[in-house]
C-alpha cells in the first residue's frame, strides 16, 4: 500500500527558531495534507495542497507540495511554544481502481518540541 | 458548538468486556471515519461510512464492529475486549468531495487492563 515517510521523526528547537519538515512517498500523490495534534486531541489540519508546486501560506505555516508530487514540505517561522504537537502529512489512498473513497493514509508524524 | 464529539474521552475495562464508543458529527457532512492511533502516534484508518452505508472495512478484527444508524452517527462496538486494543481511536467526518480533509473527534483513549 501507500505510504508516507516524515522526516525528521522530532525536533527540539528553541523559541523564535524556523522549522522545516518533510514528507515523501513511494507513489505520487494528487492532494497532500498537513494536519497538527495537540496533545489529548485529535488532530486539526492545518494547509490542504492541490497542486504540483503549489505554494499555500496559513499564517506562519508555510507548505510547499513538490514537483515530482511525491513530496510536500511544511515550513514554521519564528516558532512559538504553543507551535509545540505532533505534525502529520496526509494523502489520499488510492485502490486498484483509482478511487480512494476518501481514505486518507497519514505519515507517521514530527514531533515538535519548542524551549521558551 | 463542537463539530465532532465523541464519547466517552477516557475508557477503561478489563479484558473480556464489551464496549461501545459513540460519534456525533454537526457538519452536514456525508461521509464518518473510525481511525486507531497506536502507542507511536501512527494513525491507520478502520471504517468508513457514506450516508450509512459502509465504504471502508479494513483489515480490523470482526470483534470491531462499526453501526451507523443515520448519517450524522458512526458508533464503534468492541466484543470481547483484548490488551492490543488499547489505543486512542478517532472519529472524523468529511464532505463528499473530501479533498478538503477530515474534521476528527478529539479521541477516546482506550485502555483495557
Known amino acids: 500500500g501507500q505510504q508516507l515517510n516524515q522526516s525528521p521523526q522530532s525536533m527540539f528547537i528553541q523559541e523564535g527558531e524556523d522549522v522545516s519538515m518533510n514528507c515523501t512517498s513511494s507513489s505520487i500523490f494528487n492532494t497532500w495534507l498537513w494536519y497538527k495534534q495537540d496533545p489529548g486531541e485529535g488532530p486539526v489540519l492545518l494547509i490542504a495542497l492541490y497542486k504540483a508546486g503549489e505554494l499555500t501560506s496559513n499564517g506562519r505555516l508555510t507548505a510547499q507540495f513538490g514537483i515530482t508530487r511525491k513530496d510536500s514540505f511544511l515550513n514554521i517561522s519564528a516558532s512559538i511554544p504553543s507551535d509545540v504537537g505532533i505534525y502529520f502529512c496526509?494523502?489520499?489512498?488510492?485502490?486498484?481502481?483509482?478511487?480512494?473513497?476518501?481514505?486518507?493514509?497519514f505519515g507517521q508524524g514530527t514531533i515538535l518540541t519548542v524551549h521558551p | 458548538d463542537t463539530a465532532v464529539s465523541q464519547t466517552p474521552k477516557y475508557l477503561v475495562t478489563q479484558m473480556g468486556n464489551d464496549k461501545s464508543i459513540k460519534c456525533e458529527q454537526n457538519?452536514?457532512?456525508?461521509?464518518m471515519y473510525w481511525y486507531k492511533q497506536d502507542s507511536k502516534k501512527f494513525l491507520k484508518i478502520m471504517f468508513s461510512y457514506n450516508n450509512k452505508e459502509l465504504i471502508i472495512n479494513e483489515t480490523v478484527p470482526n470483534r470491531f464492529s462499526p453501526k451507523s444508524p443515520d448519517k450524522a452517527h458512526l458508533n464503534l462496538h468492541i466484543n470481547s475486549l483484548e490488551l492490543g486494543d488499547s489505543a486512542v481511536y478517532f472519529c472524523?467526518?468529511?464532505?463528499?468531495?473530501?479533498?478538503?480533509?477530515?474534521?476528527f473527534g478529539s479521541g477516546t483513549r482506550l485502555t483495557v487492563v
Open positions: 472524523a467526518s468529511s464532505p463528499d468531495g473530501w479533498n478538503y480533509g477530515y474534521t
Open positions: 496526509a494523502g489520499p489512498s488510492i485502490n486498484a481502481g483509482g478511487t480512494s473513497y476518501g481514505k486518507l493514509t
Open positions: 457538519l452536514g457532512h456525508d461521509t
